[in-house]
């Protein structure tokens, strides 16, 4: 009797082991699997595109919530104030991230001042359209009134 316990113990214990060994696998197949998904999503290129997307979504929101309240026309900058809250938080953890990791510093400067080009242009085109514009408005007039 004795014989036929030892028996079904020995056999569950083998089974059991087994499923240790079977479970020991799995887990460690899911930490490499984790291990591999971090790393990757450390690299530069991701984490600047990371950066860059939530820098848009903010800076979308942020001008949708100006210039929603009274248009563009009406434009006031006390209603800049609504910037300070949500911008603030951006300021902070891309500074700190800076500063953790120095080889995010080149692609953000290189970004900054492509963002800061751009943005130059565009106020550089905007003005020269409102000069010319005026111009064009002054020009009609002097006509009009060298006529009468």
């Avoid at 460690?28 to 291990?35: K, N, P, S, T, V």
């Avoid at 848009?56 to 929101?61: E, L």
């Avoid at 500074?95 to 970004?111: A, E, H, M, N, Y």
């Amino acid at each position: 009797m004795d014989s036929n316990i030892s028996s079904k113990t020995s056999a569950t214990v083998e089974q059991r082991k087994k499923m240790l060994i079977a479970e020991g696998a799995m887990y460690r197949l899911g930490l490499r699997e984790a291990r591999h998904e971090v790393l990757s999503g450390m690299r530069i290129d991701t984490l600047t595109k990371t950066a860059f997307d939530h820098l848009a979504a903010n800076g979308h929101a942020v001008f949708e919530r100006v210039f929603s309240m009274q248009g563009l026309k009406n434009f006031n900058p006390a209603n800049l104030k609504i910037l300070t809250p949500l911008l603030l938080p951006l300021l902070t953890r891309g500074f700190s991230t800076l500063s953790r990791r120095r080889d995010l510093i080149k692609p953000v400067v290189v970004g900054s001042a492509s963002l800061l080009a751009v943005a130059g242009i565009g106020f550089l085109v905007f003005r020269w359209k409102k000069v010319r514009q005026a111009n064009s408005a002054a020009r009609q007039l002097y006509t009009t009134r060298t006529r009468d």
